[in-house]
């Protein structure tokens, strides 16, 4: 089955400072990816559709500025939190398409980001 | 604003039990309902219906979607601790969004 793996898994950074978290599909092409925040005991809520190559299209109430998005190849998508806050603090997860006609996402572990 | 409900918020069984999960939606655009079982990681794939009143069966669980009435279920027979997780219903709306309720945290009791 597909594969989606995320860098890194877990990741403590001190207010101010910014993160980048990886996404990779890692044995299928994926032109869209997705990212997902999910709070304790809450739900997904989708943050951002990235397509490769071009802009992500973002949701509303998420900051672009905020959250950096770049899918630079078909198998690579980041999410850089800029200038983090502790309200930051949440699980980051991704997931990618595989463009076929079942629009199946396949998910990434998640990386857990902890804001002082 | 598209929504996606799901109850009860929380179960807890004994091992053995038959639990029923409920999804209702109200979604603009609908292409496919999808249920998820999350454990401490991300969401794993279940179930994906798109036609009303033709079940999806994987071993122990089962599940149906109800077009007309808008909800699906999802069925757990002969309950057993692993089953223990978060259970996620989402809705694909088209434009490549999934949109998900909130979850059912079932804990199986030995």
């Known amino acids: 089955g597909a594969v989606v793996s995320q860098h890194p898994s877990r990741v403590i950074c001190k207010s101010g400072t910014s993160v980048k978290i990886e996404c990779r599909s890692l044995?299928?092409?994926?032109?869209?990816m997705f990212w997902y925040r999910q709070f304790p005991k809450k739900s997904l809520m989708l943050m951002a559709t990235?397509?490769?190559?071009?802009?992500?299209?973002?949701e509303q109430g998420v900051e672009k500025d905020k959250f950096l998005i770049n899918h630079a190849s078909l198998t690579l998508s980041t999410l850089t939190v800029t200038s983090a806050h502790p309200e930051d603090s949440s699980f980051y997860i991704c997931?990618?398409?595989?463009?076929?006609?079942?629009?199946?996402?396949?998910f990434g572990p998640g990386t857990r980001l902890t804001v002082t | 604003e598209d929504k996606v409900v799901q109850s009860p918020l929380s179960l807890v069984v004994h091992e053995g039990d038959t639990v029923t999960l409920n999804c209702s939606y109200e979604v603009t655009n609908f292409r496919s309902l999808l249920w998820y079982k999350q454990e401490k990681k991300a969401p794993t794939f279940l179930f994906m219906l798109?036609?009303?009143?033709i079940e999806k069966k994987s071993g122990r669980l089962s599940s149906i979607l109800d077009k007309k009435e808008l909800f699906s279920i999802l069925n757990i027979t002969a309950t057993q601790t692993g089953d223990s997780a978060v259970y996620l219903c989402a809705v694909n709306t088209g434009f490549q969004k999934l949109v998900f309720g909130t979850g059912t945290r079932l804990l199986v009791s030995p």
């Open positions: 997931s990618a398409e595989t463009g076929d006609s079942t629009y199946e996402q396949y």
């Open positions: 798109t036609s009303s009143g």
């Open positions: 044995d299928f092409q994926a032109t869209t």
């Open positions: 990235s397509n490769e190559g071009s802009k992500a299209t973002y």
